[in-house]
């Protein structure tokens, strides 16, 4: 069983910065990692993505102000947040996905909070 231990959320300031972290628990393969966040009384949305050949995306509301990164070798997803607003406050889920399975089989962390304050 793969798990998604994640790591780096806090409390920050309006405009700061934070990075968050997430591994897998064993070697298994990931062919995208991603992340994810839930505010308070909405729905899970999607803030970045990256491939195996490290192609990204993002979502619009975070674009120029996020950078996601892996490390292939160690297993690992990173999410490098600049310029923080009090409306990117929520949880945020490391996801990834083994693509190469049908159907494809999804893992997710279980969370990390990451409050901005203005």
């Known amino acids: 069983q793969v798990q998604l231990v994640e790591s780096g959320g806090g409390l920050v300031q309006a405009g700061g910065s934070l990075r968050l972290s997430c591994e897998a628990s064993r070697s298994a393969f990931m062919n995208i990692f991603g992340w994810y966040r839930q505010a308070p009384g909405k729905q899970r949305e999607l803030v970045a993505t990256?491939?195996?050949?490290?192609?990204?995306k993002y979502a619009d509301s975070m674009k120029g102000r996020v950078i996601i990164s892996r490390d292939n070798a160690k297993n690992t997803v990173d999410l490098q947040m600049n310029s923080l607003k009090p409306e990117d406050t929520a949880v945020y889920y490391c996801?990834?996905?083994?693509?190469?399975?049908?159907?494809?089989?999804?893992?997710w962390g279980q969370g990390t909070q990451v409050t901005v304050s203005s």
């Open positions: 990256v491939n195996f050949a490290g192609s990204t």
């Open positions: 996801n990834a996905v083994q693509s190469t399975f049908i159907p494809p089989r999804t893992y």
